[in-house]
């Protein structure tokens, strides 16, 4: 069974600070994808990785896939109230369902 | 563009009840569509998902059905509610492109049975 661990569970920072939260798994997969869910509402997307070691950029969002594809983090500079919610990490191999994590919640306190 | 369309947002049914929910994608053709339920603002549990009309494969055995009589349209059904059936149903739609799947959700029904 494939699995995905995220961490931290729960994070609360202050406006201003910067934050990197994880994805990590023991198996390789084609592509991770990252989405954020504000109460009540349907994750939203925020970006897809399918090279190992590819680096994306989402204004102050930045997320990374590991080189052998087996994790992935989301480092947010500059944290705003706006940012917080449920982060989600979801990876997909072809021909399969996919693999969710457990989420992060950020809570950014201004 | 596409979009995905998932009603009612909010559904407050007694034990025993029947149960219809509804999903239509727009703006594609022979879409993979899925059925996920989330406990409590945490990860996502594939309950159904289909990869045509009135092909339906279940993940977990449980108190739902699911059914796709067109191509972009996906219900989610219950005869007899349980209490254990609350939660918040999620539909959602996958779109293969460049040899990879991306997954977009429609904005859910808070589903809670009393």
Known sequence: TQLLE??????????????????????????????????????????????????????????QFGDARKDSSLHITAAQPGDTGLYLCAAHNYGQNFVFGPGTRLSVLP | SQTIHQWPATLVQPVGSPLSLECTVEGTSNPNLYWYRQAAGRGLQLLFYSV????????????????????????????????????????????STGGFEKLFFGSGTQLSVL
Not at chain 2, 73 to 82: A, D, G, P, V, Y
Not at chain 2, 83 to 91: A, M
């Open chain 2, 52 to 95: 045509g009309i009135g092909q339906i494969s279940s993940e977990v055995p449980q108190n739902l059905s699911a059914s796709r009589p067109q191509d972009r349209q996906f219900i989610l059904s219950s005869k007899k509610l349980l209490l254990s059936d609350s939660g918040f149903y999620l539909c959602a739609w996958s779109l």
């Open chain 1, 6 to 63: 995220q961490s931290p569970q729960f994070l609360s920072i202050q406006e201003g600070e910067n934050l990197t939260v994880y994805c990590n798994s023991s198996s390789v997969f084609s592509s991770l994808q990252w989405y954020r869910q504000e109460p009540g509402e349907g994750p939203v997307l925020l970006v897809t990785v399918v090279t190992g070691g590819e680096v994306k950029k989402l204004k102050r969002l930045t997320f």
